[in-house]
């Protein structure tokens, strides 16, 4: 079974300020791992998947994750915040070759960016 | 254009009604799901279809059925609606292939129970 863990459920940065959000996984097999932003009264965008490929993800928006198997983990970080950037941030893990590749979300973090 | 596609995208319900929340995807994915959307809560799977024909519960079932009828469609129906169902609630539909592997969602659906 797979699940994830977002620490913190609200972070807030300054402008210009390095944003990290943290993301554990736990799996049983080798996960797909994801990053999606959610804005305001709209739906879900995908930021950056990692898929066993190279262990650095580079996504839209200046974001990066990256995967760190002795660790478990995948968080997100970008150098410099935008006052854009604030929403909810969620982590999912996935396995596809195990039980239809259900998609698992941590609870979401909030990101506040303070001008 | 391709993609999920959710209907209605706003309902009203009292409690007891019933309703049916439709979901279509057209890109020919074997794969797809109902999630909630609750404050705090993430998204959390209710039920999934791994392929056509086959049908799982996922973390919430409760208070829910689903059917898979045809690869293309997936819907959701609420027998009995309670205030405790009021949420987000969003179909996604998935590919594999490759070594690649990706979701689609649809842009949820917005039901209150009163």
């Known amino acids: 079974a797979q699940s994830v863990t977002q620490l913190g459920s609200h972070v807030s940065v300054s402008e210009g300020a390095l944003v990290l959000l943290r993301c554990n996984y736990s799996?049983?097999?080798?996960?797909?791992l994801f990053w999606y932003v959610q804005y305001p009264n709209q739906g879900l965008q995908l930021l950056l998947k990692?898929?066993?490929?190279?262990?650095l993800v580079k996504g839209i928006n200046g974001f990066e994750a990256e995967f760190k198997k002795s660790e478990t983990s995948f968080h997100l970080t970008k150098p410099s915040a935008h006052m854009s950037d604030a929403a909810e941030y969620f982590c999912?893990?996935?396995?596809?070759?195990?039980?239809?590749?259900?998609?698992?979300f941590g609870q979401g973090t909030e990101l506040s960016v303070k001008p | 254009n391709a993609g999920v596609t959710q209907t209605p995208k706003f309902q009203v319900l009292k409690t007891g009604q019933s309703m049916t929340l439709q979901c279509a995807q057209d890109?020919?994915?074997?794969?797809m799901y109902w999630y909630r959307q609750d404050p705090g809560m993430g998204l959390r799977l209710i039920y999934y279809?791994?392929?056509?024909?086959?049908?799982d519960k996922g973390e919430v079932p409760n208070g829910y059925n689903v059917s898979r009828l045809n690869k293309r469609e997936f819907s959701l129906r609420l027998e009995s609606a309670a205030p405790s169902q009021t949420s987000v609630y969003f179909c996604?539909?998935?590919?594999?292939?490759?070594?690649?592997?990706?979701?689609?969602f649809g842009s949820g659906t917005r039901l209150t129970v009163v």
């Open positions: 799996s049983s097999v080798p996960p797909y």
């Open positions: 990692y898929t066993s490929a190279a262990t």
């Open positions: 279809s791994a392929s056509e024909g086959t049908t």
């Open positions: 890109m020919n994915h074997n794969s």
């Open positions: 996604a539909s998935n590919y594999y292939g490759q070594g690649s592997v990706g979701y689609t």
């Open positions: 999912a893990v996935s396995a596809y070759y195990n039980q239809g590749g259900k998609l698992i």
